[in-house]
Nanobody, 116 residues
């Protein structure tokens, strides 16, 4: 069982930056692939970024060039640096552990609100 706790969300003006943190339990964190998702009100949850255990990254088109996913295996932590924020980035952001092709473990989410 893996437990994930997100933090770092908040209210930010458009154009600003936030850095989300996801702390994970487990002694094998370095073997996990990690993802960040978001869900806006009335919309489906969508994948924002993914980071494999080997360092390969994936970014959704709507965040490419603005968001960066990274990890610190010594701290069992994955980050999402969000720059040039837009009002449409407003959502609850979740981190998740990917096992194979499915995301099996989820955090509780952290709210990000971007004002115009």
């Amino acid at each position: 069982q893996v437990q994930l706790v997100e933090s770092g969300g908040g209210l930010m003006q458009a154009g600003g930056s936030l850095k989300l943190t996801c702390a994970a339990s487990g002694r094998t964190f370095k073997t996990y692939a990690m993802g960040w998702f978001r869900q806006a009100p009335g919309k489906q949850r969508e994948l924002v970024a993914d980071l494999s255990s080997g360092g390969s990254t994936y970014y959704a088109d709507f965040v490419k060039g603005r968001f960066t996913i990274s990890r610190d295996n010594a701290k069992n932590t994955v980050y999402l640096q969000m720059n040039s924020l837009k009002p449409e980035d407003t959502a609850v952001y979740y981190c998740a552990v990917r096992v194979g092709t499915s995301y099996d473990y989820w955090g509780q989410g952290t709210q990000v609100t971007v004002s115009s």
